[in-house]
C-alpha cells in the first residue's frame, strides 16, 4: 500500500510539473492562461543584451580557490574584482590582506581592484565604536589610503553591515568623511547597500540592516552604490525574483542615479525540500547543480513573471526544488541594467557561476 501511495504520488507530482510547477510561489493576483501562452504570436529574435558599462565579480575567502580559477579564466570579461578580504577589527584596526596567489593572478592578468572592507564578523558593536570614535575613523581612512598605494588598489568598497538604523546619520558622515579623503588621494570610494522598499518599518531588517543607509545622501558622496538586489530575505521560490527586484528599484529611482547604480546579482542558488517545505541550501553552486543533473532523475524550465529559472528532483523520496541562477536568469537581470541604464553590476560571487553567463555578457 505504500509503495502504491508513493507511485501515485509521483505521477501527481510529474503533472504538477508539466502543468503549473510554480503556482505555490506565484502572485495570487497575478493568474497566467495557459491557454493564451499556447496561442499565441512567436516571440521574435531577441536582441542581445550590450555589455553593461562596469562589471564587478565578487570574490570571498570561502571560494577563494574556485574564484582563481574562474578569473583566469574570464579576467577579459571582468572589469573590477572585488575581494571581501578586509575587514575593520573590534581594535577599530584595519586588517586583511590578499594572498599570494590570488595577487599573483591579479598581476598577470591585469585586472582593476577595488576589494570590500567589512566590520568584522559583521558585528554591530564594531561599527557603532568606529562611528562614535573620530580619531579611529581617521587612522582607518589612512589606512585604506596607504593600503591602497600600496597594493595599486582603485579605491574601496564599503562592506559594513548589521548596523543599527539610529547611527544612520554617524554612518553617512563617515562615508561623506572618507569619500573626501580618498577622492584627494586619486581613488574612488562606494558601498554595498543593504536593499529596503519603504521609508520605515517596525521589524529587524530594517533596524539592524537596511534603515542605516541613506540612498540618496551616499549617492552624492560616493562615485556609486552597490545594490544587494542579489537577495530577497522574504523570498519562498527564487533568490531574487523580479517582482521583488521592481520593488526594490521602484523606490530608490528618485534616491540614486542610475549611472550610480551599480546592480547586484546572485551567482549563487536557493534550494527547498518541499515537505516538509524549508530552505536546505542558501548560497549552492553550479558545481552542485551539475551533480544533481547527472546524477537525480529532475524536471526543469523557466519561470517568467519571476523571472527565474528552477529544477525539481526527488532524493530519497523526498522532493526538492531548485531556483537556479543560470544564464537564463543572468540575462534577464542585464536586461534590467540595460532597461534602467544603470552602471553596471556587480555580481556575488566568483567562482560558483553558472559557465553560460560568460556567454550572456559578450
Not at 12 to 25: K, M
Not at 306 to 328: E, I, P, R, T
Request: glycine share 4%.
Amino acid at each position: 500500500m505504500k509503495s502504491r501511495f508513493f507511485y501515485l504520488f509521483t505521477i501527481f507530482c510529474l503533472i504538477s510539473f508539466f502543468v503549473a510547477p510554480l503556482s505555490i510561489f506565484s502572485d495570487q493576483n497575478n493568474n497566467i492562461s495557459l491557454a493564451d501562452d499556447a496561442v499565441a504570436s512567436p516571440s521574435p529574435t531577441p536582441i542581445p543584451t550590450p555589455i553593461p558599462t562596469e562589471k564587478i565579480f565578487y570574490m570571498s575567502q570561502r571560494k577563494e580557490k574556485e574564484g582563481i580559477e574562474s578569473l583566469k579564466t574570464n579576467a577579459d570579461k571582468i572589469d573590477i574584482l572585488a575581494p571581501q578580504f578586509y575587514a575593520v577589527s573590534s581594535e577599530l584596526k584595519l586588517v586583511g590582506g590578499l594572498d599570494e596567489d590570488l595577487q599573483k593572478e591579479i598581476k598577470e592578468t591585469g585586472v582593476k581592484v577595488m576589494p570590500l572592507i567589512t566590520n568584522a564578523g559583521f558585528k554591530q558593536s564594531v561599527m557603532h565604536n568606529l562611528l562614535l570614535s573620530a580619531e579611529a575613523q581617521d587612522n582607518v581612512i589612512e589606512s585604506l589610503a596607504k593600503e591602497a598605494e600600496d597594493q595599486n588598489y582603485i579605491g574601496w568598497q564599503f562592506d559594513f553591515e548589521n548596523i543599527s538604523y539610529l547611527d544612520k546619520d554617524l554612518y553617512s558622515s563617515f562615508i561623506e568623511k572618507t569619500a573626501k579623503y580618498l577622492h584627494e588621494n586619486g581613488l574612488i570610494l562606494s558601498v554595498a547597500a543593504v536593499t529596503r522598499s519603504v521609508d520605515y518599518e517596525d521589524t529587524n531588517a530594517f533596524k539592524n540592516w537596511s534603515g542605516v543607509f541613506d540612498y540618496a545622501r551616499i549617492a552624492d558622496a560616493v562615485d556609486f552604490i552597490s545594490m544587494m538586489t542579489y537577495d530577497d530575505p522574504n523570498s519562498f521560490g527564487p533568490v531574487a525574483s523580479l517582482p521583488f527586484i521592481n520593488r526594490i528599484l521602484d523606490y530608490v529611482k528618485d534616491k540614486i542615479p542610475p549611472e550610480k547604480l551599480s546592480f547586484g546579482i546572485p551567482l549563487y542558488h536557493w534550494e527547498w525540500s518541499i515537505n516538509p517545505f524549508k530552505k536546505v541550501v542558501a548560497s549552492g553552486t553550479y558545481a552542485k547543480l551539475s551533480y544533481i543533473k547527472d546524477n537525480y532523475w529532475h524536471v526543469s524550465s523557466y519561470d517568467s513573471y519571476l523571472g527565474a529559472s528552477w529544477m525539481s528532483y526527488f532524493y530519497q523520496n523526498k522532493q526538492y526544488m531548485v531556483w537556479l541562477q543560470d544564464k537564463q536568469s543572468f540575462s534577464n537581470k542585464l536586461d534590467v541594467i540595460k532597461q534602467n541604464n544603470f552602471r553596471g553590476f556587480s555580481a556575488w560571487v566568483l567562482g560558483i557561476e553558472d559557465p553560460g553567463i560568460w556567454s550572456a555578457i559578450e
